[in-house]
């Protein structure tokens, strides 16, 4: 074989894998324009799109997916769930959020307790904003953490929706290390028995 032949068969070979990566990375948008979507669409609209940079792409992509409906919970569920990517967890929580509160406060539940401090804020803040009873001991559960994020933002939420409930753990807390926690503490604690606590 030439030295011309061989050059050839290479060109091509990089050539064809040049293209087939430009298709490969193009994000689906012709799902967004899709009737119907099955679960490998959903999971290719959320992983794909969801997370885009452009922000009219995310806004259409969580569009298609609330569209979606019921359909679409059990793939957001396992996403929210089991995906590496931290901020795709986030985004599909919110378009979960949307579509059906109970499903999400399981998923919150669980995130929860997960080991990156992170993702359990995002849960005790998703978890603020859902109107579900369940949220509630969600919110109570997390000032039982570890985290001082954690802690100031289960603090707040637990005012904002008026869970009683949550007296005892926030009494506990006006003795925690962070001042910041108990600041929040001392102020959830005020809103809810509308008396005044100071911090030490």
Request: aromatic share 2%; proline share 4%; with cysteine.
């Amino acid at each position: 074989m030439s030295k011309f032949t061989i050059f050839t068969v290479v060109l091509l070979v990089l050539i064809g894998g040049g293209v087939w990566l430009l298709f490969a990375s193009r994000p689906p948008i012709d799902l967004l324009e899709a009737q119907t979507l099955g679960p490998d669409e959903i999971r290719r609209v959320a992983t794909r799109l969801l997370v885009h940079d452009d922000i009219d792409l995310r806004s259409a992509a969580a569009r298609k997916l609330t569209e979606a409906g019921d359909s679409a919970v059990p793939v957001l569920v396992e996403l929210a769930l089991k995906h590496p990517d931290r901020i795709l967890r986030i985004a599909v929580l919110e378009v979960l959020r949307v579509l059906d509160e109970e499903r999400t406060v399981t998923v919150v539940e669980q995130l929860a307790i997960e080991d990156d401090a992170e993702l359990r804020r995002v849960a005790v803040d998703i978890a603020a904003r859902l109107s579900h009873r369940g949220a509630r001991d969600v919110l109570v559960k997390a000032l039982d953490d570890e985290d001082g994020g954690v802690l100031s933002t289960a603090a707040g939420a637990c005012a904002s929706k008026g869970v009683r409930d949550a007296v005892p753990a926030l009494k506990q807390l006006l003795n925690h290390p962070s001042i910041s926690v108990r600041r929040h503490s001392a102020r959830a604690l005020g809103r809810l028995t509308g008396k005044r606590y100071e911090v030490r």
